[in-house]
């Protein structure tokens, strides 16, 4: 297992089964020494644990927590594309949507429990750019979708 990996294991996660795509893409593709991730959502044994819009539906602290779930089924989706978490060398960046009630503001830190949970599992290799963007809404109404573009080193 590698430190990723092993690391993910120690937090007490797992990472899920890649989810079959809802539409004409695939999960994860590779150009050079670069991967990079379709939107992710926070899909868990097929379902969403919420569904709804941030500000609203959904709390802050639990579209942190759904951002995490999506963080790491796009490392599920980076692993099944190279094989081993261990072959990331940084995350690059993470672009995050929230479906956002008219009101809300917090996009950033709802991203934060991706950007942490990153932190957690890479180190400093974690460290990334990132946007978090407020949207209408999101596919199958789910509160916060991630990508993630790495890099192989």
Not at 28 to 38: F, H, I, K, M
Not at 110 to 139: Q, Y
């Amino acid at each position: 297992m590698s430190g990723p990996e092993q690391r993910i294991e120690e937090l007490g996660l797992k990472l899920p089964p890649v989810a079959a795509p809802a539409g004409a893409y695939i999960p994860a593709v590779r150009t050079g020494s670069l991967v990079y991730t379709a939107g992710q959502v926070p899909f868990v044994d097929g379902r969403f644990p919420a569904t709804g819009k941030v500000g609203a539906e959904v709390g802050v602290e639990q579209a942190q927590e759904l951002a995490r779930i999506c963080t790491l089924n796009a490392l599920a989706a980076i692993k099944a594309e190279i094989g081993d978490l261990g072959a990331i060398s940084r995350v690059v960046k993470v672009v995050g949507f929230v479906a956002s009630a008219p009101d809300f503001t917090g996009q950033p830190q709802v991203l934060n429990g991706a950007s942490e949970l990153l932190g957690e599992i890479f180190g400093d290799a974690g460290r990334h750019v990132r946007s978090a963007v407020g949207v209408a809404v999101l596919p199958l109404d789910a509160p916060v979708e991630v990508e993630l573009i790495v890099e192989l080193g």
